[in-house]
């Protein structure tokens, strides 16, 4: 062995050649993570350090191994960044449905799913990215799907009203986590020297996202229980 690398010697048309071998303890450091121990290290890393430090190289020095070993389970770092979006909605609190009208299923379901964002540091960015890609993080639609049919609403009215509200949850939830980014860095500076309020902090007042999906839910009761064939329709009525 020389280097760490254990070398053969085959004898081949009369000729020795001696060629190195990977020991055999790297296969097994990599056969040692599984795909869930890669899952959480990348959910470690982003909750501590933020979506910018989670490389592929200090994900595999985390796990002690190389970051082609990543690829035995992923098989690029988008592959992965959906995983680890599937696993932050998996993390959602599971709604109680017992005696609950639609209505207040799907605040509760949003309520839930922006909670889930919000406890992993660019948890955020992290499921936006996923989500325009369409890679993943199909918890999100599916669950406010199923709370929004509970009130009778056909297929497309349901899901567009879901897609509607993932956009409001996933972009509130982004840009409260780039405002607490920011304030902890300093970045804001809070000037009053305007006369005018800073429109950016509405979103950040208390019940702003309360009242953000009430308005989605009252204008989803306004729509009624189809999408209109000519949407000018919904405004005269």
Known sequence: ???????????????????GMPRPESTAAYARNSRDDVIEAALGILDQQGLPDLTMRHLAATLGIQPSGLYWHFP????????????IIAGAR?????????QQRVQAEATALRDALLAFKDGAEVVSSTLALGLGAEGLHRRLTGAIDAGGFDEETSELAAATMVHFIVGHAF?????????????VAHAHTLDREDPAEATDRPGAFDF??????AGLE?????VPADPASAGSQ
């Open 1 to 19: 062995m020389e280097n760490g690398v254990h070398l053969n010697t085959v004898l081949l048309n009369g000729v020795h050649y001696t060629c």
């Open 76 to 87: 690029n770092k988008q592959a992965l960044l959906a995983a680890v979006s599937d696993r």
């Open 94 to 102: 599971s709604v109680d449905t017992t005696g609950r009208s639609w």
């Open 175 to 187: 840009h409260e986590q780039q405002r607490i980014q920011a304030d902890s860095l300093g970045a």
């Open 212 to 217: 953000g999906i009430t308005l989605l839910i």
């Open 222 to 226: 306004r729509q009624g229980t189809h």
